[in-house]
């Protein structure tokens, strides 16, 4: 077959469109609503679930909620919206957010423009005509200008292959998979793996209910206090008045928060200082410890030390056992912040109850899941249910499972295997006419997703009105460009301390995945005005073919 059949064979009964967006999360929605309703653009989004919300939508595991407060976690987008929406609590709990998403998706009538239960398997860029052919696990096509990976950085679990999995008898959960009509630990024993942020939100809430709960710990966390409180009515009058500011104070901030300041050197202050300024930023609650007390805990060993100390001492004097205390200490030398902040709420406490316990799998790892329980390398436990809390192959993994091509037959997994490569997190060179949102190598994880989605959705709808006005065929990154953001990526990195520590943000979770810092460091604001300069430069770091070029190319063929 010559390339052209081949061409017209695979795009033969698809649907043609502008626009296809992946995912009908936070991200999936909005660039659907911008895209379709303020540019007029054919568009449709598929997505794997048979309903909205993402993240909120597959974690509905027990206690799961943000550790960001509401008036940060949420779109800014519509001055109406956020007037009308009323948030229970600081800090939201996951049916709220979806029960939020809902609302977004039934004011601004999203849901008929999306195919649910639709799971895309294959996006392959056609050259020729500059389309991109998407292909669906039902088997629908589509061809579409404009290709938008709105699939999440966390949304990919991570289930490891332990030995004799398949064997368990009883019933397993994973936590990114929980199901919708919840799982009644009541009467039951229960073992979980992971002791992350999941983990720590689920453990206090199902330890109340089971029998006994066996918490299966390789790893322990710096949790600190969420200091989760229902929003009054006077609350929720005050953030509504203050919302211009509010929304502000995030643009302009480092991280997309819009309360946190912290002080430059943890080193400058004394001891007595320094404990006191950590208590009042433990009291606060979230991410108070982490953003909001010192800048040099990012950078400075000893500066960090003080933070990992304050966090240790405070476990010790929640949990009565000193031995569990110090099992649950994260070990000397490993530094604090330098992987994603967990917030809890009872999750030390829960350790003092009689009914858990705690199974050091650091000293004596899983050797194999038997149809009872599992084995360590010293012992046997036996429970009805096993939970996986054992997080996600994060940035990469749903991109990956997508099998993208971009030209030259070149695939994404294989142009990315030794690691994300991207001009400004937003687009790969070789890839055209394909936008990531919040994805590896933008601020991503170390910003507050809606603000940064918000960002990177406006940005992408600007960059397609100009594709549109000037008669555009293909935008694609340019390589040296893409060269020198990675460049950059890894030098903002080494200048911290968080690409010496073992985590997620450098893939160290997942077996074979290859250890490169993913994000960019720079702060929310600083990225703003790179990518909003690079906009008001016309784009020089990419290239554009013109559609009167593209179409001669093609009559050539
Ligand atoms: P997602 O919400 O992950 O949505 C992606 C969607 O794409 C999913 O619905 C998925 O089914 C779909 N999809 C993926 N692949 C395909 C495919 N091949 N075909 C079709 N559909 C596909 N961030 C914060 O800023 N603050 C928080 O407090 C916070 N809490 C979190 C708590 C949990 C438990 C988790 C897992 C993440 C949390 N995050 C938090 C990060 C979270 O990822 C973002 O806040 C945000 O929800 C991301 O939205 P998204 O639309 O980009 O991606
Ligand atoms: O996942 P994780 P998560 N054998 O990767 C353990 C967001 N989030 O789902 O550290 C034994 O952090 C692993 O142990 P170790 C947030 O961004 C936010 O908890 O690898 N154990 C670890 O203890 C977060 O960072 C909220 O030694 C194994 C755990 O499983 C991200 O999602 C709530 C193992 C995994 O922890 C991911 O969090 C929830 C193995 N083979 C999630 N493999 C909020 O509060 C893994 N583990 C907003």
Redesign the pocket.
């Known amino acids: 077959m010559t390339n052209t059949s081949m061409n017209e064979a695979s795009s033969a009964g698809a649907k043609h469109v502008d626009a296809v967006v992946v995912g009908a999360g936070f991200a999936g929605l909005y660039m659907l609503l911008l895209l379709r309703d303020r540019l007029g653009l054919d568009v449709v989004g598929l997505e794997a679930a048979d309903g909205i919300g993402g993240v909120w939508y597959w974690?509905r595991y027990p206690g799961?909620?943000?550790?960001i407060a509401s008036c940060d976690y949420s779109y800014s987008f519509s001055e109406e919206l956020q007037q009308e929406w009323t948030w229970p609590e600081k800090y939201p709990a996951q049916p709220d957010i979806l029960a939020y998403l809902e609302h977004v998706a039934e004011r601004f009538d999203l849901k008929r423009s999306f195919q649910f239960d639709t799971r895309v398997i294959r996006a392959d860029f056609d050259e020729r005509s500059n389309r991109w052919r998407i292909e669906t696990a039902h088997g629908t096509r589509f061809v579409a200008k404009y290709f938008i990976p709105a699939t999440g950085v966390?949304s990919e679990g991570?289930v490891?292959e332990?030995k004799g999995r398949e064997n368990f008898a009883g019933r397993n959960c994973f936590?990114?998979r929980w199901p919708k009509g919840g799982v009644d630990f009541s009467g039951k024993r229960v073992g979980i793996?992971?002791?992350?942020?999941?983990?720590m939100?689920a453990i206090p809430i199902i330890a109340e209910q089971a029998a006994h709960l066996y918490v299966?710990?390789?790893?322990p966390?710096f949790g600190v206090p969420l200091q989760n409180e229902p929003m009054s009515a006077e609350e929720d009058r005050r953030i509504k008045a203050a919302y211009p500011r509010i929304r502000r104070a995030a643009r302009e901030s480092f991280g997309g928060l819009s309360l946190l300041e912290a002080r430059p050197s943890a080193l400058a202050d004394s001891p007595a200082e320094r404990r006191a300024h950590y208590e009042s930023r433990y009291q606060a609650g979230g991410f108070s410890v982490w953003f909001g007390s010192y800048s040099d805990i990012f950078f400075d060993a000893t500066a960090n030390e003080t933070a990992a100390e304050f966090v240790r001492q405070k476990i010790r004097e929640r949990v009565k056992d000193p031995a569990v205390a110090a099992l649950l200490c994260p070990r000397p030398g490993v530094t604090y912040g330098t992987k994603?902040q967990?917030?809890e709420s009872g999750y030390f406490e829960a350790f003092n109850r009689d009914n858990v316990t705690l199974v050091d799998?650091h000293r004596a790892p899983?050797e194999e899941i038997t149809p009872q329980g599992l084995r360590t390398a010293d012992a046997s436990y036996e429970f009805d249910y096993l939970i996986y809390?054992?997080?996600?192959d994060a940035f990469t993994g749903a991109l990956f499972r997508m099998n993208i091509t971009g030209c030259q037959g070149l695939s994404l997994n294989k142009y990315w295997s030794a690691g994300p490569r991207s001009y400004l997190g937003i687009a790969t060179s070789g890839f055209p006419n394909m936008f990531n949102i919040t994805g590896p190598q933008s601020p991503s994880?170390f910003y507050n997703f809606p603000p940064g989605i918000e960002m990177h959705c406006e940005w992408i709808a600007d960059c397609i009105r100009f594709m549109e006005a000037h008669g555009l065929a293909r935008i694609d990154a340019d390589a040296e460009h893409e060269e020198a953001w990675l460049r950059h990526i890894v030098e903002l990195a080494d200048a911290t301390l968080m690409p010496k520590a073992s985590s997620?943000y450098m893939g160290d979770?997942i077996p074979g995945k290859p250890r490169v810092f993913m994000f960019y460091l720079g702060g929310g604001q600083k990225y703003r005005a790179l990518i909003d300069q690079e906009a008001a430069n016309r784009y020089p770091g990419f290239n554009f073919v013109a559609e009167d070029t593209a179409q001669a190319d093609a009559s050539k063929g």
């Open positions: 974690n799961a909620r943000c550790d966390l991570n490891p332990f936590t990114g793996i992971g002791t992350g942020a999941t983990a939100q299966f710990q390789r790893t966390s994603r967990p917030c799998i899983i809390a054992t997080g996600f994880v997620w979770n």
